[in-house]
């Protein structure tokens, strides 16, 4: 078949599926380009929604990664409001809302993940929301400019629900962080997460550790009481659900590839299909970093993976290693973080600069996490840029390095990488 006839399906409009359908383009595809999103809003990036967009400072248009007209003109068939209910790999199909057949010569997977809820009673009151879509977005942030809410709970210390409490800080709210461990951001560590508790408190937020939720109480008004099992009863006018993602692998699985935590793919992105890719949060993609394949559910991964599937899927060789990479903005911090942290994975934790707050600000800092064998696992730039690209130098060495040449900041970074 002459390439220009071939069809090309990427199943999710989000941000990895956006820039693989660009990508199509820029490298001279000419075939069709099928684009299927569940939500009715064009690709669009999701950092804003608990960063820029929530506080109130940025726009709601600079979430999006084109003008809505752009896909069209770029004879891309962006199917918005749609699902794919069925896969067929055998007959090289998709089912669209559960009765068109759509057929293709190579597809993308690039479904993203989907939240986790809490099924507690109370769970379907009004103001029990989550963040994970724009209209998610829309609403709260609606909510957090409303004079009558005052009080907020956030069900959950990773970064969507500390971005959250940041957020309702800025818009002046009583918040309350309820968490099942004993200190936020968990993944990083017992050292870092009590930097972010710090910054927190600093900043008026208050945390109940160690507890959860049992039930939501309220009226026809909305929530208004959160019950823990403690037996702590937190007033509410707004609750905020941040309890993670787990991968869409639905189709996947209807189709029999091979799945485990997230759709597996070899470094190409290629599936257990070979007509069949995958992308973004739901691959799990092998990673020399880890020695095993991984899953990484921020944007970068979408950024970075969508183009390289794109690629996979025109015959190009491709061989997909990215370092894990993902950002934060909290109060005046501003952090940027590489690297792959297992649980329990790292030994010693190096800081570059003192990290305690100078009358409530944020310094600049450098932190690392080292293995035994004292190579760099994983490092994070608070406040101080342009440093990125080293720091991921230094994990790919794989090489040990002097613990206190790493915490000396006289010592050029450059210095330390082999």
């Known amino acids: 078949m002459n390439a220009d006839q071939r069809t090309f399906v990427i199943v999710g409009a989000g941000l990895a599926g956006g820039r693989a359908a660009q990508t199509l383009r820029e490298e001279g595809f000419a075939g069709r380009i099928v684009l299927v999103g569940e939500e009715t809003e064009p690709p669009y990036e999701r950092p804003p929604l608990s960063k820029g967009y929530l506080l109130g400072a940025e726009p709601r248009q600079r979430a999006f990664l084109q003008d809505e007209d752009w896909w069209a003109g770029h004879g891309i068939d962006l199917r918005l409001g749609c ?15 559960g009765f068109e057949d759509l057929r293709y010569d190579r597809l993308l997977l690039a479904t993203g993940s989907r939240l986790r809820t809490l099924t507690v009673p109370g769970h379907d009151l009004h103001r029990v929301r989550y963040l994970r879509t724009l209209d998610e977005a829309d609403l709260l942030l609606a909510d957090l400019q409303n004079d009558q809410v005052q009080r907020v ?7 969507i629900g500390m971005e959250v409490a940041a957020a309702a800080r800025h818009h002046r ?3 309350t962080v309820v968490a099942r461990g004993q200190l936020p951001l968990s993944m990083l560590g017992p050292e870092v997460g009590a930097l972010f508790r710090d910054l927190h408190r600093a900043h008026g937020v208050h945390f109940r550790f160690g507890t959860e939720v049992t039930r939501f109480r309220g009226t026809g008004e909305g929530v208004s009481t959160v019950v823990l099992t403690d037996g702590t009863e937190l007033p509410a006018d707004l609750v905020v659900v941040a309890i993670g993602v787990t991968p869409a692998t639905e189709l996947a699985e209807m189709a029999g590839l091979a799945v485990d935590d997230g759709v597996l793919t070899g470094a190409d992105l290629r599936t257990s299909d070979p007509d ?3 992308c973004g949060d739901v691959a799990r993609i092998p990673s020399s970093l880890a020695g095993a394949p991984i899953r990484v559910e921020h ?3 979408a950024y970075d993976s969508g183009p390289a599937a794109a690629r996979a ?9 990215a370092v894990p990479f993902f950002f934060t903005d909290q109060y005046d911090l501003g952090m940027e973080f590489s690297g792959w942290l297992p649980p329990g994975g790292y030994r010693r934790v190096v800081f570059r600069g003192d990290p305690t707050l100078v009358d409530g600000r944020v310094p600049e800092y450098l932190v690392f996490w080292l293995d035994a064998d004292h190579r760099v696992l994983a490092g994070m730039n608070v406040n101080i840029w342009e440093v990125a690209d080293r720091i991921q130098a230094l994990i790919r060495g794989r090489r040990p390095v ?4 790493l915490a000396d900041p006289t010592v050029p970074l450059d210095q330390l990488i082999h």
């Open 299 to 301: 944007w970068a991964r």
């Open 173 to 175: 709210k009583d918040v």
């Open 153 to 159: 709970v956030v069900i959950g210390s990773g970064w």
């Open 276 to 278: 069949i890719y995958a």
């Open 313 to 321: 899927m025109l015959g190009q060789p491709v061989t997909f290693d």
């Open 402 to 405: 002097d613990p206190q040449a």
């Open 83 to 97: 699902r794919v209910t069925g896969l067929d790999p055998a007959n090289h199909t998709v089912t669209l809302n």
